[in-house]
Each structure stands twice: as C-alpha cells, then as structure tokens.
C-alpha cells in the first residue's frame, strides 16, 4: 500500500540492491519488526518457528503438495505475518545461486501463508452459509409455527360456533323450563287457595251441622261467617290473581329484556373474534342463566313465605270461629225460637255438602297436578344442572386451549429474538470481515422521488433484488432501453429508511473512535442526491438529525457513562471546507478567512505526522465538553459554508465540508491512554455543465469540484490497482483524505443516489464509483495507543 513517502520517485533496483547490501540482515529485522508495530515498542517473537518447519520444504521441492501439507500444520499470528512480509533477504553480489535459494525460500513460506489465509478465508464463508442455513431453518419452522397456528385457529372457530349452537338450545330449553315452573307454581297458588278455602268450609259446616239442630239463629250466624269468609278468601284469591299478573308482566320484561341481551350478545359475538371475547360472551350468558335460576329461586322463597302468611290467616280464622261458637253457646237458649225455618236450613246445608264434595274433588285433581308439576320442576333441575357441568367443561377445554395459544405466542416471540441475534451476529462477523481484509466499507442511500423530479408516467429507474443474498444489500438501476446494472454494497437502504435506520448501522464505526481508532465517513454523490441531508439532516427535528449531530450525541452520551470505569475523554473540534481548491476555517472569526473576492487571506497547509495523523496549520481547535457546545458550532460552520443555487438543486453546497473531532482518553486507574479520531465528510455534489447552467462564479466552483472529485476517483483507481504511486498531492481534498484513504482508520463511505429518470447516468457513474472504493483494501486497521498504555 502508500506510505509517506509514495510521491517521491521510484528508485532504481541497482540502488535499492546496493541499500540492502549495506545493511546487516539482523539489523534489517529490527527495523522491520519495529515498523510494524509502529509505537508499540512491544518485543515480537522471531519467526523462526515457521523457518524451521519449511525449510526442508523451500530447499527440497516448493510443489503443491509440499506447500499443503506446511499449510495444514502451519499456525500464523499477527507478528508473524508482519514480519514475513516486511522480511528483507541478504543477497550476495556474485552469489546467484544463494540469492536464488533465499527468494525461494521466502516465496515457499509466503505461499503457506497465502494457503493459510485462503483457509481462513474458506472458513468464514463456510461459517457464513452455516449461519444463512440456519437462518432459513428458522424462518422454516416460522412459516410452519404460523400455519399450525392457523389450523388451531380453525379449531378454536369450529368449537366456538358449536359451543354457541349448545347455548342458544340451552336458552331455549331454559325458557321453556321457567314457563313451566311459572304455570306449575300458578297451579300450586291456586290449589293452595282452594284448599284452604275448602278446609275453612268443612269446618265452619260442620260445626254448622252439628249446631243447626239446636239453634237456627247459630246456624244462620255460621253461614253469614262462612260468607265472610268466603267473600275475604274471594278478595284474597283476586288479590294473589293480580299479584300473578303482575308476576306474569314482570316475566314478560324480562323475557324482552332476556331477548334484548340476547341481541346484544350476537353482536357481541360477531364483533369479537379472539378466543378471550368468546369466553367472556359466554361467561356472561353463563351468569345471566345463574341469575335467572336465583331468581327463580327467589321467587320459590317468596312463594313459601306467602304460603305462610295464608296458613297464619287460616290460624287466625279459626280463633275467630271458636269465637263464633262461644257467641253459638250464649246463644242456644234462643234455638227454640228459631225451629221453624230448620227446613230451610237443612235445604241450604244439603246443598252446602254437595257443594263440598265438588270441592274436595277439584282439590283431588289439583293435587295430582301438583305431583306432576313437581316432577316436571325435579328435572328441569337435572337438566340445569347438567347445563352448568357442560359450560364448566367447556370453560376447562377454553383455558386448555388458551395455554396452548399462549405457549405458541412465546415460542413465536423466542424465534423471532433468536432471528434478530442472528442477524446482530451477521453483522458483527461481517464488520469483522470487513477489518481484517482492510476494505472501504460502502453503504448506498436512495433519496425519496420529489415533486420537482420528472418521474410521471416513465418507469421506475431502481430496483431492489429480494433474492436471500442480495437482500438489503443489493441494488439494480435500469436505464431506458430496459438494460439492467446490478450492484452489492456492505448495505443499501432505500427511499423509506429513516435517519435513524442509518444511524444504526455505523454506531458501532463511530463508536471505534473512542476506542482509540481513526474514523472516517463521508458522503459521495451528484448534487440534489441528498449527501448533505445525510450527514447534517436537519438538527431542529429530532427524527430528521443526521448522521453528524446523532454520531456526536452518541459519542458524548457514550463518555459519559463511561465516567464510572474511570475514564475521562478530552474533545477538540475543528471544521473547515474546500472551496475552490482553498480551505476555509468556518470557525475562524476573521471575516477575511480564505480568498474572498479577490482578497488574499490566511493561508492553511496540510501536514500528516510520522504516527499518520493529520493536521491543518492555524486551523482553529475548539475544546468542546458538551453536545450544547457542538450543536453551537454546527450552526456556526453551516451559515458560513459555501451554498448557492442551480437549476438542480435550490441551495446546492459548493464546498467539501470536513468535521474533525479528535478525542483523548485516560483510565485513572489502569493508566491507559487512547487517542481516537472522528472525519464526517459531506462531499460537494458531481454536476454536468449542460444540467446545471453554471455561469460565472458557479462556472468555476462546478470546475473545482469537478476537479478534485475526478483527483478522488483517480486515486481511487490506484489503489484499487495497487499501483506504487498513488498521487494523492493532485487535489487538497484527497491530500486531506490520505489517512482515510491509503492509512490504517476505519473508512465508510455514503454513495447518495436520485430516483429522478433524468439522472441515471450519473447514478450508474456514482454506483462504479462506489463499487470500486469498496474494493479497495488500505490496510487493517489499528488502534492509537501510547506507550504508557502499551507497557
């Protein structure tokens, strides 16, 4: 890869054999070793250990099989690597056979750590189609959950609708019950009035009967007590007749009333399809049974009670008689006068017996009528009865069935956890991956289609494949003449993702910088494609924050809680952009930074240290401790960067803008110091003359950009060849960038692209683009200790 000094001219092999003669072999080691571990000052182990395993191997036969069967037994660790690759052999001027021997010794054991790398290659792929089979597996046995839950459903439906059809022949049978029991208690009233009636007259007549012979005046008495009588049993029966009407009436509300909640519950059966409406409706018609049978019951009481009541009365009438036969008594020396009309007395109490007998045979009827009602009340019981154990069966089966659902829904919940860690796992192999082949991460982003773009009735230009592969990280464009450009990227998010959505797949890249990693992330794509609402969004919404102020919030929020661990950050902030191949400090309270109309002003250079560390001179540094204080800065830099509008975008940013915040931290208690870096970039857009319609000023800030962007792409194309020469010095911007681009940080990059129909071209130019930067490998990356920490 580059190093610092890739731009300066190549060497000629004469001098570069002549600087490796001049220096002992084991010397040349030690520099080696100590470049590879940068700062660390850690002591690496030779390599020794592998030497002597090839060297049978490299001085005998270098074949394949020779190098597999090394491989298989060959562990190698980190150092080891290094130093293989940093390895400079001894030649010998005139010794060509021992040069030979030595390049080929080193190439063998450099082809047993490619065959080992290959294997571990091999290893994660396979791990990684273990992972997508079992992926698959669980969203087999997701489908087949689903689908067993739909059969019980089914179930559950064909035994509610059996269960209504049970109730309503239930309801019915219990209405026809409680008519029956009302008839049959009216019969019993009515017989237990006539019998009373009855007993009161076979009394009073016998006495009568006993009496008549010796006193006509008693005799008469009796019959005008038994009529009094009669009459008040006849007021009395009409009484308890309209208290039975009254009954009756009442009966008939609440069968409307009944019929009313019966209404009711049909519709709330209809409007309830989950299993717990179906209980509750009949739990409810379950209770509205039970309250009727109490009020039957009640009403039995009452009916007791008045019976009760009667048998008082008679008691009472019959202290009245015996009464009446004391006055008899008194009375009986007037017996005599009255012999005359005895006849007609003796005609009357003829008349009075037969009467008696209708009686006492109607009484005989009703009581068989009683006996029957009886036994029709006895089994109506039954039946109740029988209806009760039959809704408390089915309740039993309602909660057996309910558990079931329930234990489903936790099994489902289980599955679908078990599916979102899989794909935490994913994607932490995937970033895993990611560092150790040393590759640009590239995320894409499709904008949402504007009212301003010319989509109408023209086709949709892109696509998104729904293939298990390519799923949500691929991304098809189709041009006009229906051809279509298939591309992958690390992920694809498309018009609907939030800015939340997006922030979620780098919080774990900026949460590198406070582990002590150089960071960098920055937007690429043509003007009006929605770079700078990525990166800046618009921070006054809280769901519309991008991805700058939430990766700040993050990092600030992260310090904090990890106050309690010990460690303290120290932050600085600096932003700056490139205007016109010119930085400009958007800090800076000089009005005259940069060269503002002609004016010359500050001038700024860009310089990288030996650790890799970049930095701009008089650049102002800002020491920032709280989010407040950034979000100050924020609105600072964006009311003085460079914006202007075109005919494709109203307030298209015509500048690269640069966020920096550097970041140090300390653990008081194991002494450990990190140094970590945070690059947001927010690229100006690409542009076409011809769509633009810059003049003037425009003109030349369209020039400009378009200049560095095509530096940015060629040296993108240098690295991606792996070239020696990689001319980062053509454009500030990629100078400013050589860390990120050819170092050792943690790079992503946003490639922003538009839906309009118009501009897919410059779609398919920035999707190359972006296809290329993602085969770029600059190298793993590596965390900025000091050596404190180290020792």
């Known amino acids: 890869m580059t190093s610092r000094n890739q731009n300066r001219p190549p060497r000629s092999p004469s001098s570069k054999k002549e600087g490796v003669e001049g220096i002992p072999i084991d010397k040349r080691r030690r520099i080696g070793m100590g470049r590879t571990g940068g700062s660390t000052n850690v002591e690496r182990k030779p390599f020794g250990s592998v030497n002597k395993k090839l060297d049978v191997a490299a001085t005998s036969d270098v074949g394949n099989s020779a190098e597999g069967s090394d491989c ?8 080891e690597v290094d130093a293989l690759v940093n390895e400079r052999l001894k030649m010998k001027k005139f010794d060509h056979k021992g040069n030979l021997e030595l390049v ?29 089979n079992a992926l698959d597996a669980l969203d087999k046995k997701c489908a087949d959950t689903e689908a067993e839950m739909k059969n019980k459903e089914e179930r559950f439906s064909a035994t509610i609708s059996e269960l209504r059809q049970e109730n309503t022949c239930v309801q019915e049978r219990l209405v026809k019950e409680e008519s029956e029991k009302l008839d049959a208690i009216a019969c019993h009233r009515k017989e237990n009035k006539a019998r009373i009636a009855l007993e009161a007259l076979q009394v009073s007549l016998s006495k009568d009967l006993e009496k008549a012979q010796q006193d006509i005046l008693a005799a008469n008495q009796r019959a005008a007590s038994v009529d009094d009588m009669y009459k008040r049993l006849q007021e009395y029966n009409l009484s308890l007749q309209q208290y039975n009407s009254k009954l009756h009436s009442e009966l008939e509300v609440a069968r409307e009333s009944l019929k009313r909640v019966e209404k009711e519950k049909s519709i709330i059966v209809e409007n309830h399809s989950t299993l717990r409406g179906h209980y509750s409706s009949l739990q409810d018609q379950l209770n509205s049974a039970r309250t009727a049978q109490d009020e039957a019951l009640n009403q039995k009481d009452t009916l007791a009670n008045e019976v009760k009541c009667l048998r008082g009365e008679l008691q009472q009438v019959r202290e009245d008689r015996d009464r009446q036969v004391a006055q008899v008594q008194i009375l009986t020396s007037d017996v005599a006068k009255y012999k005359e009309s005895t006849g007609e007395s003796c005609a009357k109490l003829e008349y009075l017996t037969d009467k008696k007998k209708s009686f006492e045979e109607t009484c005989n009827s009703q009581r068989e009528q009683i006996r029957l009602l009886e036994h029709q009340l006895t089994a109506a019981n039954e039946k109740l009865k029988m209806s009760d154990l039959s809704s408390i069966q089915t309740r039993a089966e309602f909660e057996e069935q309910r558990r079931i659902v329930h234990d489903l829904q936790e099994r489902l919940a289980e599955t679908e956890y078990q599916l979102v860690e899989g794909e935490k796992l994913r994607k932490k192999l995937h970033n895993t991956i990611l560092e150790l082949k040393g ?23 892109i696509s998104y494949p729904t293939s298990t592969e390519a799923l949500g990280r691929g991304i098809d464009v189709i041009q006009s003449a229906g051809q279509k450009y298939p591309f992958n990227f690390d992920k694809v ?26 960071v960098c992330i920055f937007a690429y794509g043509q003007t009006g494609s929605g770079k700078t609402y990525t990166m800046m969004g618009r921070p006054e919404a809280l769901d519309q924050k991008g991805l700058i102020p939430r990766s700040l919030e993050q990092v600030f929020q992260t310090s904090q809680s990890l106050i309690a661990q010990g460690w303290k950050y120290k932050m600085q902030a600096s932003m700056l952009e490139i205007y016109n191949e010119t930085i400009r400090d958007l800090l800076s309270t000089n009005k005259s ?3 503002e109309n002609g004016a010359p002003g500050k001038q700024y250079t860009i310089k990288h240290d030996a650790n890799g560390n970049t930095h701009v001179t008089d650049l102002t540094v800002v020491d920032v401790c709280r989010i407040e204080e950034i979000s100050s800065l924020l609105r600072q830099a964006a009311q003085s960067r460079s914006v202007g509008k075109t005919q494709m975008n109203e307030q298209s940013s015509r500048s690269h803008f640069v966020f920096t915040l550097r970041i140090s931290g300390v653990n008081e208690g194991t002494e450990q110091q990190v140094q970590g870096v945070l690059n947001l970039i ?14 003037g000023d425009r003109l030349k800030e369209t020039q400009a950009i378009n200049r560095s962007l095509s530096s940015l792409s060629d040296v993108i194309f240098a690295l991606a060849k792996k070239e020696d020469h990689v001319p980062f010095r053509n454009s500030k911007l990629t100078y400013l960038l050589q860390p990120c681009l050819g170092g050792d940080s943690k790079t992503l990059m946003f490639v922003n692209i538009s839906p309009d129909p ?7 130019c920035s999707l190359r683009f972006a296809a290329r930067v993602n085969a770029c490998e600059i190298g793993i990356p590596r965390r900025q200790m000091t050596a404190q920490m180290l020792s």
């Not at 927010?682 to 003049?695: K, Q, V």
């Open 493 to 518: 998010f498309n018009h609907d993702a939030s800015q939340q959505e997006v922030f979620v797949e780098i919080s774990q890249l900026v949460q590198s910088a406070l582990d002590g990693y150089k």
């Open 758 to 764: 118009a501009s897919v071209g410059e779609s398919l």
């Open 593 to 595: 930074n940069g060269a």
């Open 682 to 695: 927010d690229l100006a857009g690409s542009e076409r003359l011809s769509r633009s319609g810059a003049t």
């Open 104 to 132: 080929s010794e080193l190439n063998a054991r450099l082809k047993v750590c490619i065959k080992w790398f290959q294997k571990r290659d091999e290893a994660h792929v396979e791990g990684e189609g273990k992972l997508q």
């Open 72 to 79: 298989g037994n060959v562990e190698f660790t980190k150092e």
């Open 439 to 461: 590759n640009i991460r590239v995320f894409c982003r499709v904008r949402p289609v504007l009212p301003d773009d010319v989509a109408g009735s023209e086709p949709a230009v």
